[in-house]
């Protein structure tokens, strides 16, 4: 399949030049991964950031809270959001454009968590984290300005998966209500052998090596659990609208496809946006001319869902 040439030549860019985790500790990625951050110059510009801590059930968790730059009249819609990076490494900072962009492209309230990482906190802690987070931000809207009928969970890659289970854990729970979950190339199973991850295992950014370990770091324990691995829960009815975005050359692509396919099985409304020529972890990478098209594809959808009109 052709590829655009400026999506080439950030893949082989970024392939190059990402560090061989499996072979290091969960600390000596988390340095390494630290390392290659850069300042971004002119950040885009929000109403405000401020950073909070949420009393969590393991201590305080920190957290960003980032007000739109827009014209979206209060109560706003709030965003609980989870990071990606493998449930190991990655931050607030890592994912402060992609969270200041969501929040003016929705004109939502985005509040950006930090969780704790593996392998020193294995799962569930991460999921509990963002299940706090998500608890504290419904007990808050009117602190927020926002409406606490339009709660949306998100996340990337190891944040998809969050999402995607902490929308289970409230399901289950009793609450707090949701009205959409958006799951950006989610990690959903640990199953290393699906059509997407036999075709890009390797020179394709994310590979089958990193996947494994990090899921060795997450759940040393195995991922039977449904707030472990979504793909796992007897049924996902009863979940809120959802919205999927894969990447055709990501080894996850198969597994997101999977459960968007599963998703609208089992009665959830549910939006699947696919992009062929795009590689994992797209959505964080500014430059691409391509990120700003499907970044502003995810706010309509999610604007769609929630009622609101952007145009």
Known sequence: MQIDPEVQSMLEILDAGFPRVEEMTGPEARAAIRARLQPVANPEPVASIRNIEIDGPAGPIPARVYEPASDVADPRPVVVFAHGGGFVFCDLDTHDGLCRAMANGIGAVVVS?????????????????????????????????????????????????????????????????????????????????????????????????????????????????????????????????????????????????????????????TTHRRYDDLFHGFMTVAALSATQLTRKQLWEDLSGILGIDRR
């Open 113 to 269: 968590v930090d969780y704790r990482l593996a392998p020193e906190h294995p799962a569930p802690a991460a999921l509990e984290d963002v299940y706090a987070a998500l608890v504290w931000a419904h007990a808050n809207c009117a602190e927020l300005n926002g409406d606490p009928s339009r709660i949306v969970v998100a996340g990337d890659s190891a944040g998809g998966n969050l999402a995607a289970t902490v929308a289970l854990a409230a399901r289950d729970r009793g609450g707090p209500a949701l009205a959409a979950q958006a799951l950006i190339y989610p990690v959903i199973d640990d199953d290393f052998d699906t059509e997407s991850y036999r075709a890009y295992a390797v020179g394709h950014f994310n590979t089958r090596a990193a996947m494994r370990w990090y899921w060795q770091q997450y759940a040393p324990g195995g991922a039977d659990s449904p707030l472990i691995s979504p793909a796992r829960a007897e049924t996902l009815a009863g979940l809120p609208p959802a919205v999927v975005v894969t990447a055709g050359r990501d080894p996850l692509c198969s597994e997101g496809d999977g459960y968007a396919a599963r998703l609208a099985f089992d009665g959830v409304a």
